[in-house]
């Protein structure tokens, strides 16, 4: 059976989103975001192009070699993740740490940091961002000043209270939400995972499909865990954590008012901390919506 109309446009507003970041999709992948079945490559003969099995819009095969390039550089990310990922694992009060942003679907350049999303415990986010501030900085592995090539970048954090994404989505459209939220790779805590999606699915419909994928990456430091939570869950933990919220919201506070607002994405609450100097989210969306007009699909 051969796809419908509403299939192929589907197919071809996927390829024409990951086209924007200069990156062509295997069968497997397309399938993936749009949940359509492709029997046949043939059956979107004359509508993309298709070379070294991936497929792209018409006439951007040069797209492939920029992927088989960023692959590459994210094999050498992936390695430090694993390697590193220990520090995470053991440290208390974190429900989730998923790689995002472009190395989540293995897109970096080569001058790349390695961005996370952390999910914390409710009324604990302050106690563990300033652990693993701490942990990431002796051993050299954090993001900061001029220190970006192939660090961890801690700008993204959460409770598991905030996990409704609707609240932060552009007005209008917004798919690079969407898809970030899809390609996120939990390295531990898929359960929170899955979550997200469930809460966030309504919304994320629009854009693309979601299947559930097998997570393989599980904690199996559950030992070095229990310890450091015995350490750091005492009588105590509330009144520090009051006090490290306290004071890490208002030096956010501070140096959220020398960024301009109209760039920046900055959230700054008990439960939420995102801080991006630089919003790309509309100029994808713009970019994505021409190519779409371009190839006559509203």
Not at 274 to 288: A, L, P, V
């Amino acid at each position: 059976m051969s796809l419908s109309k509403k299939e192929k446009n589907s197919i071809i507003k996927t390829l024409a989103w990951f086209d924007v970041f200069n990156y062509p999709l295997t069968i497997n992948e397309i399938q993936q975001y749009t949940g359509i079945i492709i029997k046949s490559p043939l059956d979107l003969e004359g509508l993309i192009g298709m070379h070294q099995n991936f497929f792209h819009l018409q006439n951007r095969s040069s797209i492939i070699q920029n992927r088989l390039q960023t692959n590459k550089h994210a094999e050498k990310l992936w390695k430090k993740i694993y390697q590193w990922s220990w520090i995470f694992k053991i440290t208390p009060f974190l429900k989730m740490v998923a790689v995002c942003n472009t190395l989540s679907f293995n897109n970096p350049d080569k001058e790349s940091d390695i961005d996370l999303f952390i999910v914390t415990e409710r009324s604990h986010l302050f106690t563990a961002r300033i652990i693993i501030t701490f942990l990431t900085s002796i051993f050299g592995l954090r993001r900061h000043g001029n220190k970006i090539k192939g660090r961890f970048c801690l700008s993204f954090w959460c409770t598991e209270n905030a996990l409704d994404f609707s609240k932060i989505t552009l007005e209008g459209e917004d798919p690079y939400l969407a898809y970030w939220l899809k390609d996120l790779k939990p390295l531990f805590g898929y359960e929170i995972y899955k979550k997200m999606i469930e809460i966030n699915r309504k919304w994320m419909e629009k854009y693309i499909n979601y299947n559930y994928r097998e997570n393989k990456n599980q904690n199996n430091l559950k030992l070095i865990k229990f310890a450091s939570n015995i350490l750091f869950r005492n009588r105590f933990s509330n009144f520090i954590e009051k006090m490290l919220q306290r004071f890490q919201l208002a030096r956010c506070q501070q140096k959220s008012k020398k960024l301009d607002s109209n760039t920046s994405s900055i959230i700054i609450n008990k439960d939420m901390l995102k801080f991006h100097n630089i919003d790309m989210r509309k100029h994808y969306r713009k970019e994505w919506r021409k190519k779409l007009k371009k190839l006559g699909i509203g």
